[in-house]
């Protein structure tokens, strides 16, 4: 009888058992900002922030407070609704971290309008995430890390923002940060659209507001998913010096994609 009780210790000891308090990370929710900030242990065991992630939290306070301990992990996990998440983490319950939802357990079915969402309330308890920030989770938070979930406050690290799947998104249920090797947004990027790119204008009259709306003129960027976004440009030009000068038009999109082009304007 106690050989069989020492046995069902141990095997208890051996499920339960997690070193949390020595993990290098700690993940904080703020439901009242839909963020993740991601607490990184330095080298005297304080935790300082080091990322932080768009998410969106539960409707009508779906998503409890509370200190909790993650508790297991599914590359794919069902989820209400009959859809999938991916990358899941389990917080308490029924509580997860995962991916904006698929309605298969494909990552080409997600769901385009849900993942327009995050930023905002829009889940029924679970913390949606981009896939690459579940992913994040999944690989370096081991079961027992530390998940503080608060209802108000503000966070350390600026919110990041999520690219937008608008009309012109070429793969629209697709998450464009899905690491997944057959992603086909990974051979997208920023990009633009223009009229001309060699420009030429009269020096009479000209000044450096005029000379500024010359070189814009007729460019557009565009970032990974088609929406458009501001650019910037540089050039070392003095509208009153007669000359061909060079001009770099460049812009990085939410998703860290950089892209420029270059042109030129010849002032006569």
């Known amino acids: 009888m106690k050989k069989i009780l020492l046995i069902l210790a141990i095997c208890i000891l051996s499920v339960t058992y997690v070193n949390a308090d020595n993990n290098s990370y700690r993940l904080t929710v703020n439901k009242s900002t839909n963020c993740v900030t991601v607490f990184k242990a330095d080298e005297n065991g304080e935790y300082k922030p080091f990322k932080a992630m768009i998410c969106s939290v539960g409707k009508n306070n779906?998503?409890?407070?509370?200190?909790?301990?993650?508790?297991?992990?599914?590359?794919?996990?069902?989820?209400?609704?009959?859809?999938?998440?991916?990358?899941?983490?389990?917080?308490?319950?029924?509580?997860?971290?995962?991916?904006?939802?698929?309605?298969?357990?494909?990552?080409?079915?997600?769901?385009?309008?849900?993942?327009?969402?995050?930023?905002?309330?829009?889940?029924?308890?679970?913390v949606r995430l981009t896939a690459a920030d579940a992913k994040w989770i999944y690989d370096n938070c081991p079961i027992g890390t530390q998940v503080d979930i608060i209802n108000e406050g503000g966070d350390p690290l600026e919110k990041p923002q999520a690219i937008k799947l608008g009309a012109n998104a070429t793969y629209p249920n697709w998450d464009p940060t899905d690491p997944d090797p057959d992603n086909p947004w990974k051979n997208e990027g920023v990009k633009f659209h223009y009229i001309a790119l060699n420009k030429r204008v009269k020096a009479e009259g000209l000044t450096s507001e005029k000379l500024a709306e010359v070189v814009r003129s007729g460019i557009v960027a565009f970032d990974t998913a088609n929406n458009i976004i501001h650019f910037d440009l540089a050039y070392d030009i003095s509208p009153d010096k007669k000359g061909k000068y060079d001009v770099k038009y460049f812009a990085t999109d939410v998703l860290g994609n950089y892209g420029e082009i270059n042109g030129t304007v010849t002032i006569e």
């Open 62 to 126: 779906s998503t409890p407070a509370g200190s909790f301990r993650t508790q297991a992990k599914y590359t794919w996990r069902e989820l209400f609704g009959n859809v999938y998440g991916q990358y899941a983490t389990r917080i308490n319950g029924h509580i997860l971290f995962h991916s904006v939802y698929y309605n298969r357990t494909s990552p080409d079915t997600l769901e385009t309008s849900g993942y327009n969402q995050l930023g905002a309330a829009a889940s029924m308890g679970c």
